[in-house]
């Protein structure tokens, strides 16, 4: 079928009512207005229900990178990024009532005053001026099969005092681990034989996390303060039971962390034309980390102690010149560290890893500007160019430091031919961030396998050239196709270590060029005319990616990339029985790594979980799923060589094991007054 028949088959699936759809196109500045009215029969709870039902809006929580511009997600709380990092934008979403929500905004290609952060598209919350607060009482729990609960509880509000604005959340929660479970295990070696066994993994914790934020008026601006406090403990266990009852692998993971944050943001109106933003964050966290394990008469101990922080302060002037032409500069400073110190023992005696004891401190500068024209009502231009320099230092068993300087160019477009058409386009090169975790050396006792650190890291570096084509039909019916082509310099993958006594390591470090693309379909289907209140919304990501594997001199993908990654959603809202049902799919994943030694590969199975949710009253809600309901099982197969080159006559065993995590039932109870 053409995409345009296509088009016409998906149009011909909403009634001929999008002349009555609650929207308002302010075609001069760029911006689609989505009131609340537009997603009352849906029945939205919260602020993060309504901005992932907007028409071909993809929503996108931003990245864990260190600093504050480069980590932004694509949507925005009345115009402003909230000053945290901690807390997810999802969460923050999530915190805001749907009964707070006046409408939500979508700014393509820019808006004057507005921050797009990067994006092409960003959706903008804006809150009623009437909304006085809201308190929310939630209390949850999944029932495994085998007995474990997971009892969680929520109590947040907000309240107005006058022109000050404080809201608090507490979330007390236990886990599971849905990547453990029971299954078998297979080892194959090169001499033909065959050694079966038999997995149990257990996962699973608890945690803590507290919120507080308050909004009041300071010189002539407004002030917001953001604190977060997280405590969370994971334990983790395995046997490896053989058939015959014997002698059987035994380890024992915990994990502890414990976290905070402080930020503030200040903002102030210069001129009727010109606002200053600055934004400090300060964090600190701590990870204690200690595994051990037990097996026909040997043990080993591994313990790692963590400690990290991260300072951020950054300023922005925008300035409006015109109703078509804005401009925005400043500038980003972040100081970053981490210190690291392990412990290794097998049967008492002490093991030697390289880069074990280190303290790896960033400093990095970035200056920026943005300017943004409206050329014409349906034509949107944006450049930018950002100038970044960062030292990394490491202190303890190695002493390094390397400096780098990277410029940042960005120049994107968009047009929008009709009213039902636009096309995007854009072109930048971006600077990636180097982990922290991989100048650490690390092992692993349910392979057998120790990780160096990889001193010599540099940033990857990529040029990425991408184009957008969203077409929307009907009510709330999208489609949005994109297409991505990436140049990457400086691969960040895995290569091989050998320390000053001959000793081979697998380690983190850049493997050379590579190119890749992408090609990402979103759907937005209203299936009013067969099935009333029913929605179809979709999402799948096609990847492939190029490189040199080290080892071989052959070609083959970058390790840990998905070449697939998809979601598939379908809901039926019934408004008059006050509910609401749906299932939802999510792709399964399939990665593969490449050590020296070592070829991974990594399969998890789909998940589908069924929902419904009743609301029987103002503010009340009860929610069942059916998570898992196809038991998705996970699958991994290790292909381990004895040299350095990986060929077949290296060959030393294959170790494929499989677990299977078992469908459960999940309850919501939720209560918001106000």
Do not use: C
């Given at each position: 079928?053409?995409?345009?028949?296509l088009?016409?088959?998906l149009?011909?699936?909403?009634?001929e009512?999008?002349?009555?759809?609650?929207v308002?196109?302010?075609?001069t500045?760029g911006?689609?207005?989505y009131?609340?009215?537009?997603?009352?029969?849906?029945?939205?709870?919260?602020?993060?229900?309504?901005?992932?039902r907007?028409?071909g809006f993809t929503?996108?929580?931003?990245?864990s990178?260190?600093?504050?511009?480069?980590?932004a997600g694509?949507?925005?709380?009345?115009g402003q990024?909230?000053?945290?990092?901690?807390?997810?934008?999802?969460d923050?979403?999530?915190?805001i009532?749907?009964s707070?929500?006046?409408r939500v905004?979508?700014?393509?290609?820019g808006?004057?005053?507005?921050?797009?952060?990067?994006?092409?598209?960003?959706?903008?919350?804006?809150?009623?001026?009437?909304?006085?607060?809201s308190?929310l009482?939630a209390?949850a729990?999944?029932?495994q099969?085998?007995?474990?609960t997971?009892?969680?509880?929520?109590?947040?509000?907000?309240?107005q005092?006058?022109?000050?604005?404080f809201?608090?959340?507490?979330?007390?929660?236990?886990?599971?681990d849905?990547g453990a479970?029971?299954?078998?295990?297979?080892?194959?070696?090169?001499?033909?034989?065959?050694?079966?066994s038999?997995?149990?993994?257990?996962g699973g914790?608890d945690?803590l996390t507290?919120?507080?934020?308050?909004?009041?008026?300071?010189?002539?601006?407004?002030?917001?303060?953001?604190t977060?406090?997280?405590?969370e403990?994971?334990d983790?266990?395995l046997?490896?039971?053989p058939?015959?009852?014997?002698?059987r692998?035994?380890v024992?993971?915990a994990?502890?962390r414990?976290?905070?944050?402080?930020g503030l943001?200040?903002e102030?109106?210069?001129?009727?034309r010109s606002?200053?933003?600055l934004?400090?964050l300060?964090?600190?966290?701590?990870?204690?980390y200690a595994?051990?394990?037990?097996?026909a008469?040997?043990a080993?101990?591994?313990t790692?102690?963590?400690?990290s922080?991260?300072?951020i302060?950054?300023?922005?002037l925008?300035?409006t010149?015109?109703?078509?032409?804005?401009?925005e500069?400043?500038?980003?400073?972040?100081?970053n560290f981490?210190?690291?110190q392990i412990?290794?023992l097998v049967?008492?005696?002490?093991q030697v890893l390289?880069?074990?004891?280190v303290?790896?401190?960033?400093?990095?500068?970035?200056a920026f500007?943005?300017?943004?024209?409206?050329?014409?009502?349906?034509?949107?231009?944006?450049?930018?160019?950002r100038?970044?320099r960062?030292t990394?230092?490491?202190?303890g068993d190695?002493n390094?430091?390397?400096?780098?300087?990277y410029?940042?160019?960005?120049?994107?477009?968009?047009?929008s031919?009709?009213?039902?058409?636009?096309?995007r386009g854009?072109v930048?090169?971006?600077?990636?961030?180097?982990?922290f975790?991989?100048?650490?050396?690390s092992?692993?006792?349910?392979?057998?396998?120790d990780?160096?650190?990889?001193?010599?890291?540099?940033?990857e570096r990529t040029?990425v050239?991408?184009?957008?084509?969203?077409?929307k039909f009907g009510?709330?019916?999208?489609?949005v196709?994109?297409?991505?082509?990436?140049?990457i310099?400086?691969?960040?993958d895995?290569i091989?270590?050998?320390d000053?006594?001959?000793?081979l390591?697998?380690?983190?470090?850049?493997?050379?060029?590579a190119?890749g693309?992408?090609?990402?379909?979103s759907v937005?289907l209203p299936l009013?005319?067969?099935?009333p209140?029913g929605?179809?919304r979709?999402?799948?990501?096609?990847t492939r990616?190029?490189?040199?594997?080290?080892?071989?001199?052959?070609?083959?993908?970058?390790s840990?990339?998905?070449?697939?990654?998809g979601?598939?959603?379908?809901?039926?809202?019934?408004?008059?029985?006050?509910?609401?049902?749906?299932?939802?799919?999510?792709?399964?994943?399939?990665?593969?790594?490449?050590?020296f030694?070592e070829?991974?590969?990594?399969?998890i199975?789909p998940?589908?979980?069924?929902?419904?949710?009743?609301?029987?009253?103002?503010?009340?809600s009860?929610?069942?799923?059916?998570?898992?309901l196809?038991g998705?099982?996970?699958?991994?197969q290790?292909?381990?060589?004895e040299?350095r080159?990986?060929a077949?006559g290296d060959?030393?065993?294959?170790?494929?094991?499989?677990?299977?995590f078992?469908?459960?039932i999940?309850?919501r109870?939720r209560?918001?007054?106000?």
């Open positions: 079928m053409q995409f345009g028949s088009f016409a088959a149009a011909a699936a909403t009634p009512a999008s002349a009555q759809a609650p308002v196109v302010a075609a500045e911006v689609t207005r009131p609340a009215a537009f997603f009352a029969e849906r029945q939205p709870l919260s602020a993060y229900d309504m901005v992932v907007v028409p929503f996108d929580g931003g990245d990178v260190r600093g504050f511009g480069g980590a694509n949507v925005l709380i009345g990024r909230p000053a945290t990092k901690s807390e997810s934008l999802e923050a979403l999530r915190r009532q749907a707070q929500v006046d905004e979508i700014i393509v290609g808006a004057p005053g507005i921050d797009m952060q990067g994006k092409n598209v960003v959706a903008n919350v804006i809150l009623r001026a009437d909304a006085k607060g308190t009482l209390v729990s999944s029932f099969q085998d007995g474990r997971t009892p969680a509880m929520r109590f947040e509000g907000s309240r005092y006058g022109v000050n604005a809201d608090w959340s507490i979330l007390t929660f236990r886990y599971v849905d479970g029971e299954g078998p295990k297979i080892v194959r070696r090169a001499n033909g034989t065959v050694s079966p038999w997995l149990d993994e257990t914790g945690g507290a919120k507080a934020n308050l909004k009041r008026p300071l010189l002539g601006g407004r002030l917001s303060v953001n977060v406090y997280e405590r403990v994971y983790w266990s046997e490896d039971i058939p015959t009852g014997g002698d692998l035994k024992i993971d994990d502890d414990e976290e905070g944050e402080i943001g200040w102030r109106p210069l001129t009727a606002r200053v933003e934004t400090g300060l964090r600190r966290k701590h990870v204690d595994s051990t394990f037990t097996e008469g040997e080993g101990r591994f790692s102690a963590r400690d922080g991260e300072s302060a950054r300023g922005v925008r300035h010149l015109s109703p078509t032409l804005s401009f500069g400043g500038g980003e400073i972040a100081v981490l210190e690291s412990g290794y049967n008492g005696t002490p390289p880069a074990a004891n303290r790896v401190e960033e400093k990095r500068g970035e500007g943005v300017a943004t024209w409206r050329a014409h009502s349906a034509l949107t231009l944006e450049g930018a160019l100038l970044e960062s990394i230092s490491q202190t190695t390094l430091e390397k400096s780098f300087t410029p940042k160019p960005r120049l994107s477009v968009t047009w031919p009709s009213a039902h058409d636009q096309l854009r930048e090169r971006e600077v990636g961030q180097l982990d975790s991989d100048f650490v050396s092992t692993t006792f349910s392979t057998g396998r990780t160096a650190g990889g001193a010599e890291l540099v940033p040029w050239f991408e184009a957008a084509w969203e077409r009510k709330d019916g999208a489609v196709l994109t297409a991505r082509h990436k140049e310099s400086d691969v960040a895995r091989l270590v050998v000053k006594a001959g000793n390591y697998d380690a983190p470090g850049n493997i050379g060029d190119a693309d992408e090609l990402e379909l937005n009013e005319r067969f099935v209140g929605l179809l979709g999402k799948g990501t096609w990616s190029e490189v040199v594997d080290p080892i071989t001199g052959r070609k083959r993908r970058i840990d990339q998905e070449p697939f990654e979601e598939l959603r379908f809901s039926q809202d019934l408004p008059k029985r006050k509910l609401q049902w749906g299932l939802e799919l999510f792709s399964g994943e399939t990665e593969t790594s490449y050590a030694n070829v991974s590969r990594f399969e199975e998940w589908l979980l069924a929902y419904a949710e009743v609301k029987p009253r103002q503010g009340l009860l929610r069942v799923e059916a998570q898992n196809t998705r099982g996970l699958n991994r290790r292909e381990v060589f040299g080159v990986r077949p060959f030393a065993y294959l170790d494929d094991r499989r677990v299977d078992d469908p459960f999940y309850f109870l209560q918001t007054w106000g």
